[in-house]
């Protein structure tokens, strides 16, 4: 864990899931880019040919009806050249805490996927699939681009992941090694890659 570490603390009481994140940043968030695409392109992928800057470090503890997950959020497997031309962020190692219910149950209504991860996986990095990215930078006109949908250049590498202004390195789609070094066949059910924030 780093010295300036970050916590981040996920509880889900049924499916409806709570996320607090308590981050330490000089100056404030990055200025939101100001976006005028209004098409999808095909998505360029970075290849993931680099090692991450930092050795891997998740821990998993079940204690009652909590899962505690405590991560770097530092890959086991390769990444792509962080930063480049469409991400300037470089993978720095974190230190979160993630506390999820080890016993989910279904909520009673659907709940709002929101800007903050939805999962972690059994690498401890986590599933973050929506994108800080708003037309015009600007949250308030609804128009949300998808981190899939290479209108906006984000810099993903293969694993369909880049990294927060903050360091944290984080999927957006399908973790292609992650699901490679588990084992993963496409004719087979899926093994378990990871925990949902409901548990």
Known sequence: MTKHSKSLKLVAASM???????AQRQGGPPPMRKHTANQASPVRLEAARESPPAKSVHEFSESGDQRKIESNAIPEHLVGKFPNPGNPN?????GYEIVITSNPQPAPEIT???LT????????????????????????LGWQYEALGGAVPLGLDANYAHVQPNGTYHYHGIPTLLLKQLGADPNRHSPQIGWAADG
């Open 16 to 22: 409806l899931v709570t996320i607090s994140l308590f």
């Open 90 to 94: 470089s993978i720095q190692p974190q």
């Open 112 to 114: 709002p996927l929101r």
């Open 117 to 140: 991860p939805f999962g972690i996986g059994l690498n401890g990095v986590f599933f973050d699939p929506g994108a800080a990215e708003f037309w015009q930078g600007d949250p308030s």
